[in-house]
């Protein structure tokens, strides 16, 4: 946690970055919506999975929108110049994928699993985030999410049952590819600053 702390303390002091950094969560809240809608088959769409899916893609453009606010900067696509670490933020999100995929075979628990470790990193990122964006004058704009998201992990948890030593390996595999990705997005912020 000390290097995200670390790393919004740059952000407090350099808002482009902050704002490459809020454009890089919506291209992750993106991929999550890509994902959900890949993961399922027509048969298996439920209303909870179309709400789920809905609900990312707005967090996609609530997180687009407060990028071109904080940095004062029309965005189109998500192109590098215009995000922190795009490679690493990718890669974050397919490790976690592809290694859950690994582990369990059944399409529906792999959706439930890499749901849960993706929402419980972002309520350990969204309110210090909350925080900053506040002091700078933007408050309340994550607070809607946050509240989405862990109605996402309660949900995810409750039909997630028996996977306890699965959850663990796939909770270490996810530290350790979001320990890279924002070393790297550290290291990048803190070499221009």
Do not use: W
Not at 20 to 48: A, C, D, N, P, W
Not at 121 to 133: G, H, N, W
Not at 168 to 178: D, K, L, N, P, S
């Amino acid at each position: 946690m000390s290097d995200l702390n670390n790393l919004f303390d740059l952000f407090q002091q350099q808002p482009k970055f902050l704002a490459k950094f809020l454009h890089t969560l919506s291209l992750l809240e993106y991929i999550g919506t890509r994902k959900i809608i890949k993961s399922q088959h027509e048969s298996e769409v439920s209303m909870e999975i179309l709400l789920h899916a809905s609900e990312e893609i707005r967090h996609a453009r609530v997180f687009k929108k407060l990028a071109e606010e904080v940095g004062q900067k029309s965005l189109g696509g998500y192109v590098s110049e215009d995000l922190l670490c795009m490679a690493e933020a990718e890669a974050y999100f397919q490790t976690v994928d592809s290694e859950v995929g690994r582990c369990v075979s059944d399409r529906r628990v792999a959706y439930a699993l890499t749901t849960l470790l993706v929402e419980e990193r972002a309520l350990e990122i969204y309110p210090p985030l909350e925080d900053l964006l506040s002091s700078l004058g933007f408050s309340g704009r994550v607070a809607g999410i946050l509240k989405e998201e862990e109605n996402h992990l309660r949900a995810i948890h409750q039909e997630l049952v028996d996977v306890e030593s699965l959850l663990v390996r796939c909770q270490e595999v996810e530290r350790t590819a979001f320990s890279k990705f924002i070393i790297a997005v550290g290291a990048v912020a803190s070499s221009v600053g």
